[in-house]
């Protein structure tokens, strides 16, 4: 059974710290290395938000963000233990979200499009409180 399973979320105050983690397995993920790995995020009453990727190794492992976690947040990948993991400092309040996990292959000008990712998991909530 293909799984991607997210921890890590939390409350936490204005300008601290989290860091999310993503467990893959299952048979698909036996090539791990070469699925680009992707956040997201989504409050209620609007659509999944593009937060930060980081491609396969077919593209080195390239990391991409959104503009507004750029500097601020950080992709990393263990394709050892199929663990990717997204370190968030100086957290917002506008932050506050369910994260999301997604294993895919897009190429390279389409990253952000979330319908081109095969696997999800079932969130983590983030609260960042003022």
């Known amino acids: 059974q293909v799984q991607l399973v997210e921890s890590g979320g939390g409350l936490v105050q204005a300008g601290g710290s989290l860091r999310l983690s993503c467990a893959a397995s299952?048979?698909?993920?036996?090539?791990?290395?070469?699925?680009?790995m992707g956040w997201f995020r989504q409050v209620p009453g609007k659509g999944q938000e593009f937060v930060a990727v980081?491609?396969?190794?077919?593209?080195?492992?390239?990391?991409h963000y959104a503009d507004f976690v750029r500097g601020r947040f950080s992709i990393s990948r263990d394709n050892a233990e199929k663990m990717v993991y997204l370190q968030m400092d100086s957290l917002r309040p506008e932050d506050t979200a369910v994260y999301f996990c997604?294993?895919?292959?897009?190429?390279?000008?389409?990253?952000?499009?979330?319908?081109?990712?095969?696997?999800w998991g079932q969130g983590t909530q983030v609260t960042v409180s003022s």
């Open positions: 997604a294993a895919g292959t897009p190429i390279l000008s389409q990253l952000t499009e979330n319908s081109l990712y095969l696997f």
């Open positions: 299952g048979h698909t993920f036996s090539t791990f290395s070469r699925f680009t």
């Open positions: 980081i491609r396969g190794s077919e593209g080195d492992y390239s990391q």
